[in-house]
Every structure is written in structure tokens, then in C-alpha cells.
Antibody, heavy 115, light 109 residues
Framework: EVQLVESGGGLVQPGGSLRLSCAAS????????MSWVRQAPGKGLEWLAN????????NYVDSVRGRFTISRDNARNSLYLQMNSLRGEDTAVYFC????????WGQGTTVTVSS | QSVLTQPPSTSGAPGQRVTVSCSGS????????VNWYQQLPGTAPKLLIY???QRPSGVPDRFSGSKSATSASLAISGLQSEDEADYYC??????????FGGGTKLTVL
């Protein structure tokens, strides 16, 4: 079964850092671009970043560029999102998704930024 | 404020046909294909339509998509209660970012 499972969410203070992980299974992880997408409470979807199969190309939305870093470990079938300088507006459910079509999604992990 | 524009809500009775519109620009929909996602309450989004009008395996043919110039539409025919969900359009823009619509909440009356 093709599956993505996010982890690493939690409560963090403004200005703090958090690292999210996404474990992939059921498909050849190294063969796909991967993305992170978030959804603030009661709001719509916001694409954050993606990374090429070999990690050699990355794209970011302006709102997180310079604060968030996407990375991957193909040997571990894992995708990561390092989030620094967190703000209240970063509070959201964070999803990882596969490929340019975002054809497979994880269940999401919740990040709350609050003092 | 979302880059792509969708109506916030729509509704229809069981068995009816509803459409959801998605308006963009030459930088996104006008130059790339459109995908549609369905998000049932409390769940992750699911790919519903890709490349403007293609259905992934398992998606009923009651769902169809179309695109013209800088706009796209999702049509749902034979509306069923389980179709009640939020629907999002999305497209790549010329900066290689995915841009989403704000989402449309479909209520089945």
C-alpha cells in the first residue's frame, strides 16, 4: 500500500524550531519529487516547498523561503522539513505529498506556535 | 488571499449536477494544467482530477474537469451525500510553485 506518514509536530514557542518527518512506503521513494503543504485552522491549502528526486533542486513559497528547509534521505525513504524562526501564522496541519500532481498525501501532523 | 479564485460555497440536491469554478491567470492556469482535490471533513486532501480532465484510478466518472484559457471547472453529476466536502483547484505557476484556490465547500441538501 502506498503510504505517507508525517511526524514531528507539536507545540513550539514563537521563534523556535521544529523538524517534521515524512516516512514513505509502498513505492519507490527515490523516483518522485516530494512536497510539503500546510493548512491553517479553518483555512485552505498552502503549498510550501518541493524537492527533486536526488535533492538537487528545491523550490519554496515566498512566505517560508529562508526560514524552512526541505530535505530528503532516499536511503531511509524519508522527507523532512526543518522549520526555524516559527511564527504564530505557521500554526497549521502540515502534509507531505508525492509528485508534481500531489497524488498521494499523508494524514498530516499538527504544528502549534504559541507562547 | 489565494492566487486562484473559487466560490466559497455551493450546494445541490442529491442527483443534481453542480459545478465549481476556478479562475487564475496566464502565469498559472493559462500555462499549466489544473488539478482538483477533494477534502472530506477531518481528512487529508485526495487527488480527484489531474491534468485538467483526467481521473485517477478509483475516482467515479461522476467527477469531470475542464479548462479554458485561464479558468477551470469541476463538475459533479449525480450528486451524492458522500460528495459533501471541500474542493480545491491547483496549478503550477511560472515560478514552479503550486498555487491553490481558496476552496469551495459543497453542501448536499
Amino acid at each position: 500500500e502506498v503510504q505517507l506518514v508525517e511526524s514531528g509536530g507539536g507545540l513550539v514557542q514563537p521563534g523556535g524550531s521544529l523538524r517534521l518527518s515524512c516516512a514513505a512506503s509502498g513505492f519507490t521513494f527515490s523516483g518522485y519529487w516530494m512536497s510539503w503543504v500546510r493548512q491553517a485552522p479553518g483555512k485552505g491549502l498552502e503549498w510550501l516547498a518541493n524537492i527533486k528526486q536526488d535533492g538537487g533542486e528545491k523550490n519554496y513559497v515566498d512566505s517560508v523561503r529562508g526560514r524552512f528547509t526541505i530535505s530528503r534521505d532516499n536511503a531511509r525513504n524519508s522527507l523532512y522539513l526543518q522549520m526555524n524562526s516559527l511564527r504564530g501564522e505557521d500554526t497549521a496541519v502540515y502534509f507531505c505529498a508525492r509528485d508534481w500532481q500531489l497524488d498521494v498525501w499523508g494524514q498530516g501532523t499538527t504544528v502549534t506556535v504559541s507562547s | 488571499q489565494s492566487v486562484l479564485t473559487q466560490p466559497p460555497s455551493t450546494s445541490g440536491a442529491p442527483g443534481q449536477r453542480v459545478t465549481v469554478s476556478c479562475s487564475g491567470s496566464s502565469s498559472d492556469i493559462g500555462s499549466n494544467t489544473v488539478n482538483w482535490y477533494q477534502q472530506l471533513p477531518g481528512t487529508a486532501p485526495k487527488l480527484l482530477i489531474y491534468s485538467n480532465n483526467q481521473r485517477p484510478s478509483g475516482v467515479p466518472d461522476r467527477f469531470s474537469g475542464s479548462k479554458s484559457a485561464t479558468s477551470a471547472s469541476l463538475a459533479i453529476s449525480g450528486l451524492q451525500s458522500e460528495d459533501e466536502a471541500d474542493y480545491y483547484c491547483a496549478a503550477w505557476d511560472d515560478r514552479l510553485n503550486v498555487v491553490f484556490g481558496g476552496g469551495t465547500k459543497l453542501t448536499v441538501l
